[in-house]
């Protein structure tokens, strides 16, 4: 087995699944009615396979590769077919007969720019711990998402313990570095599924919303966020287990901390509301964007500058990945419009 310093490529292993991104002129109450704007878009959907989409567009010149599940039909197909043209290696995508590819409806209020999710977990809820295999593995980096949104390995044992600390387990015994972003989920599962692995997590991704979930911290949002919060809570996933840093992230920027160093703040992109098309996958973008940089030997400060400036990039299109960029494009939109505070 290669040392890190020897190693090449990232693997992202959980949610694949096809977004159906329909815009909608406004979200309508209960029994209501909204306008579907145009025709509805099919895009890739989940993180690993968002993650993986966003390597691909920013340029990655190393191996990317998928573990996962399809099922059968038109869904399952448009996923092969499009990983196949993004350099994305599918030979542990594994078929699931008699299950539907997961597919989600993600409704786009076109004043807000805000999304909401309608979610069919198909094959993915099927993906368990004997699918992951790293003995054989020579690539960097490991990512998992999302944790809560995995039926076989949110499973909580007699031990207290979900099945996704096993994978995270093995692939940190393969010497790979452990990547984990979860779902936001509003429930308490945070604290019997997700803290329980961090352990076994070397970068840990989260956005506001699940690190208030993770520590109780309140951390505010729009006018009212709390940078000092955030950096605080940020400390205290490490406290709670991460082994290398944490990455919080919010529309007004993102928190890196690490093990050792202080905390630090970047600010999101000031990018006009005008060219805000949709909020999908802009995480996944920004973690895309870090582990990118990293990959390449980056400062924790270079990356999460490009995590930022890949998700600006990604909010100026309605799907998850196609309005990211190289690289070197998504940080011209930082010097171009500059960074929020």
């Given at each position: 087995m290669k040392e890190q310093s020897q190693r090449s490529g990232i693997i992202a292993g959980g949610n694949f699944i096809v977004d159906s991104v329909q815009m909608i002129d406004h979200w309508p109450d209960e029994e209501g009615l909204a306008?579907?704007?145009?025709?509805?878009?099919?895009?890739?959907?989940?993180?690993?396979?968002?993650?993986?989409?966003?390597?691909?567009?920013?340029?990655a010149d190393f191996p990317i590769s998928a573990i996962g599940r399809i099922g059968e039909g038109d869904f399952g197909t448009w996923i092969l077919n499009d990983c196949a043209s993004k350099g994305i290696d599918t030979r542990h995508l594994i078929a699931t007969p008699g299950s539907a590819t997961s597919y989600t409806h993600v409704m786009t209020d076109r004043q807000t720019g805000r999304r909401t999710f309608f979610h069919n977990k198909g094959a993915n809820s099927q993906l368990k711990v004997d699918d992951f295999d790293f003995r054989e593995c020579n690539a960097?980096?490991?990512?998992?998402?999302?944790?809560?949104?995995?039926?076989?390995?949110?499973?909580?044992?007699?031990?207290?313990?979900?099945?996704?600390?096993?994978?995270?387990?093995?692939?940190?015994?393969?010497?790979?570095?452990?990547?984990?972003d979860c779902v936001s989920e509003d429930s308490n599962r945070f604290q019997t599924?997700?803290?329980?692995v961090l352990p076994q997590v070397d970068i840990l991704f989260a956005n506001d919303f699940e690190a208030e979930k993770l520590t109780g911290i309140q951390l505010g949002r729009g006018d009212t966020i709390d940078t000092n919060s955030i950096l605080q809570a940020a400390t205290t996933l490490l406290e709670y287990g991460v082994n290398q840093m944490v990455i919080l992230h919010a529309p007004e920027g993102a928190c890196v901390a690490k093990q050792g160093e202080d905390p630090f703040w970047q600010p999101s992109v000031n990018l006009p509301q005008d060219h805000i098309a949709g909020a999908v996958g802009a995480g996944d973008a920004l973690a895309a964007g870090f582990i990118f940089g990293l990959h390449q030997g980056w400062s924790p400060r270079e990356a999460i500058r490009l995590g930022v400036c890949a998700a600006a990039a990604c909010l100026q299109k309605p799907g998850c990945s196609e309005g990211v960029m190289t690289a070197q494009d998504c940080l011209s939109i930082g010097e171009q419009f500059g960074y929020r505070f």
């Open positions: 306008l579907v704007e145009g025709k509805a878009s099919l895009s890739n959907g989940g993180g690993p396979y968002n993650v993986l989409s966003d390597l691909s567009r920013l340029g960097r980096f490991f990512y998992l998402g999302y944790l809560l949104l995995l039926d076989q390995l949110d499973a909580v044992a007699e031990n207290n313990v979900p099945a996704a600390y096993d994978v995270l387990e093995r692939a940190r015994q393969s010497r790979l570095t452990t990547v984990l599924v997700v803290r329980p």
